[in-house]
């Protein structure tokens, strides 16, 4: 665990994000094969939110597909080149420097339609195959605790890759502007994200007030990285590899009915653990601060 500094090669290679935020199914095959797509788009002047749209439909024809279990592994196949392309829209955005309220809401938006009808595409499977109306119940219950897992996650991918490789706070700890549409969907959105993620509020208000100038001081960032790298590196457990894993092993063995399971039980296991050990570290690293320092 090091400052971005030492490693700008690699996180040029990922676009310009922090190698400390990626897991090494990102840096190692998503970010380079959605590096390519993200150039050709550029090269046939595609825009980040075409990018998005696109990896929205792949996503969600996948999910459709698991109604089929015979197309299960069709299915984990797209639902792998939907994370190709969605790492891809976020490359282009980079690229092109348009980053925008807008494409953050509809990158969210797509990954939250593939998660809808995976839950969807098995649900209806199963209720074909005689299984009980339940299922239904079982699956909103899932990707409303997928949504929430996911929220968390993102919250502190992003927290930790602006303090550390850019070090300023995350805007999306800071309040944001409610303008139009979007900007009042997301303020919602991160409304509802400071309640599962108080701590990391505190701290984002410590360290926007002991910013010197706009950017947090080094000695804050190399106190950040100390307490959350690990922390960090346990969230990722939450990301959409981790359940596109689980659907690409339960096709195989045939047993799509136990998606709702897993995600249920161990991944809400996951999730509180994490949870639990995220506040600690919260404590411990506002506890830990050193002096303020002065401009």
């Known amino acids: 665990m090091i400052l971005p500094e030492a490693r700008s090669e690699v996180e040029q290679s990922l676009a310009f994000k922090t190698y400390d935020t990626e897991e090494l ?8 094969f959605g590096a390519i797509i993200a150039r050709a788009a550029l090269a046939c002047r595609s825009t980040p939110n075409q990018v998005t749209f696109l990896a929205g439909v792949v996503g969600s024809v996948a999910g459709l597909l698991l109604y089929n279990e ?6 984990f196949g797209l639902l792998i080149l939907h994370g190709v392309i969605d790492s891809a829209d976020g490359q282009l955005a980079r690229m092109t420097g348009h980053t925008t309220e807008v494409g953050f809401f509809f990158d969210g938006l797509s990954d939250y339609c593939t998660d809808a009808a995976i839950c969807l595409g098995i649900a209806v499977g199963i209720l ?12 909103l219950l899932a990707n409303l605790c997928i949504g929430i897992q ?8 992003i927290a930790y890759s602006s303090v550390v490789a850019k070090g300023v706070v995350a805007e999306n700890d800071l309040p944001p502007v409610r303008t139009g549409l979007i900007g009042w969907l997301r303020a919602g959105y991160l409304l509802l994200q400071r309640c599962l993620i108080s701590g990391q509020v505190e701290i984002a208000r410590v360290l926007h007030d002991r910013a010197i100038g706009s950017k947090v001081s080094d000695a804050d960032r190399v106190q950040y990285a100390h307490y959350f790298y690990w922390p960090k590196r346990g969230w ?9 894993y689980a ?4 096709a195989w063995m045939h047993r799509l009915d136990l998606y709702f399971v897993f995600i249920l039980v161990p991944m809400n296991v996951a999730a ?12 411990r690293f506002l506890a830990g601060l050193p002096s303020r320092i002065s401009p």
């Open 150 to 157: 996911a929220m968390i996650y993102v919250c502190h991918r």
């Open 70 to 75: 015979r197309l299960g592994l069709c299915a």
């Open 272 to 283: 509180l653990t994490l949870w639990l050990r995220q506040r600690r570290a919260d404590r």
């Open 25 to 32: 199914a990102d840096v190692y095959f998503f970010r380079p």
């Open 247 to 250: 659907i690409g092993v339960l």
């Open 236 to 244: 990722n457990l939450l990301g959409a590899n981790t359940r596109f």
């Open 128 to 139: 074909h195959r005689g299984g009980s109306s339940s299922i239904i119940a079982w699956a």
